[in-house]
């Protein structure tokens, strides 16, 4: 079977469908072997994302996987497969990806982002709130990372940290100035 625009189209939106489609696809540009390295190692790790989407963690790692061995510096694989392992409760596993990851893009937010989730999880609150801090000062009127944080600082015991942070909060999220703003 030749490979279709169709497949590599499918597989290249991985992300956005919820269907086997995107499987299909990416297989397909696996088993042509005509791509270069970079589009070989996109249909794997694209295909782990419609994996993991469709619930099958272990088949999306086992890409996450491929897609490393054939790119051992590729971030965003090593952040995807620390989500998947975060998803089978593989926290320390999971939390080494997202260093390595944050190691070789130092600016990943999104692997900022689901490590703060796995020290959560962990019950690692201070390390959370660092990772939050992170995504706080890269994007800061987003009131749902705001929130988040303050939920860390009660958990921590810093309850005027907290209450700085859901107001700060509430505050955007009200189209308000946020305290520290006002002058």
């Not at 290249?12 to 499987?23: H, K, Q, V």
């Amino acid at each position: 079977m030749a490979l279709t625009d169709e497949d590599w189209d499918s597989c290249a939106r991985a992300a956005e469908f919820s269907s086997d489609r995107p499987i299909q696809g990416c297989t397909a540009v696996i088993k042509a072997g005509e791509r270069i390295l970079g589009q070989l190692v996109a249909a794997y790790n694209n295909r782990g994302l419609a994996f993991r989407s469709n619930g099958e963690i272990d088949r999306a790692i086992a890409d996450y996987d491929q897609a490393i061995r054939l790119m051992p510096d590729y971030h965003v694989a090593i952040n995807n497969r620390g989500v998947a392992l975060m998803a089978k409760g593989e926290f320390d596993r999971a939390i080494a990806d997202f260093d390595r990851a944050i190691q070789l893009k130092p600016d990943y937010l999104a692997a900022f982002a689901a490590r703060a989730a796995a020290y959560s999880r962990k019950g690692l609150f201070d390390r959370a709130i660092a990772d939050l801090d992170v995504l706080i000062k890269a994007d800061p009127r987003n009131a749902a990372l705001i929130h988040e944080r303050a939920t860390m600082k009660a958990k921590i015991g810093d309850r005027v940290g907290a209450e700085a942070d859901i107001r700060r909060a509430e505050a955007l999220t009200s189209g308000g100035t946020p305290p520290e703003r006002r002058r």
